[in-house]
């Protein structure tokens, strides 16, 4: 069965910290790791990240991919209390298409 | 238009009602999905939409009905439901094939069943 966990489960920092969400993962057929950001309601898409060692980057985010040691890291710089939410890592992978598997998540707090 | 749209945006409703919950998107997506949110929790894959047909049912008790009249609209209809099914409910859609696997979801019903 395909497995995510993130850590830390949570993470208290205050503005213009530098964040690093951590998400490792096993999977039997990988075909994509994606990130999610959830504030109050719906999951936002953040990065789909296919390839090993290549960054995508967002304004000041950024995330990258291990394929060899099934990890990926969500990088937040100058955080804003706007970038408090719950970080999703989501794996998209199995038999099943369409079918992801959710880690528990990482919440973010920035404070002022 | 890259929004889903999902109503009613909160629903209270009681164990023997009947209702449905209502979600479309207009992106020419041919795969939709429900999902249930309990606080504090990731989503839970309820039903995956392919082309108008149902292609996942992840073992959903049968008080949850999906349907999907088109390729734009997917509904979940509910029937004599227990207090547990209280939570959010996500609908998302996604274009099919090989790469494409970032979801777009929709805001979420809130569904209080007392």
């Known amino acids: 069965e395909d497995k995510v966990v993130q850590s830390p489960l949570s993470l208290v920092v205050h503005e213009g910290d530098t964040v690093t969400l951590n998400c490792s993962y096993e999977?039997?057929?990988?075909?994509?790791l994606l990130w999610y950001k959830q504030e109050k309601k719906a999951p936002t898409f953040l990065f789909m990240l296919t390839s090993s060692g290549i960054e995508k980057k967002s304004g000041r985010l950024s995330s990258i991919l291990d394929k060899k040691e099934l990890f990926s890291i969500l990088n937040i710089t100058a955080t804003q209390t706007g970038d408090s939410a719950v970080y999703l890592c989501?794996?998209?992978?199995?038999?099943?298409?369409?079918?992801?598997?959710f880690g528990q998540g990482t919440i973010l707090t920035v404070h002022p | 238009d890259t929004e889903v749209t999902q109503t009613p945006k909160h629903l209270v409703m009681g164990m023997t009602n009947k209702k449905s919950l209502k979600c479309e998107q207009h992106m020419g997506h041919r795969a939709m999905y429900w999902y249930k949110q309990k606080a504090k929790k990731p989503p839970e894959l309820m039903f995956v939409y392919s082309y108008e047909k149902l292609s996942i049912n992840e073992s959903v008790p049968s008080r949850f009905s999906p349907e999907c009249p088109n390729s734009s609209l997917l509904n979940l209809h509910l029937h004599a439901l227990q207090p547990e099914d209280s939570a959010l409910y996500l609908c998302?859609?996604?274009?099919?094939?090989?790469?494409?696997?970032?979801?777009?979801f929709g805001p979420g019903t809130r569904l209080t069943v007392t």
């Open positions: 999977v039997t057929n990988f075909r994509s």
């Open positions: 998302a859609s996604s274009q099919t094939g090989t790469g494409n696997y970032e979801q777009y």
């Open positions: 989501v794996l998209a992978g199995g038999t099943s298409y369409g079918k992801l598997t």
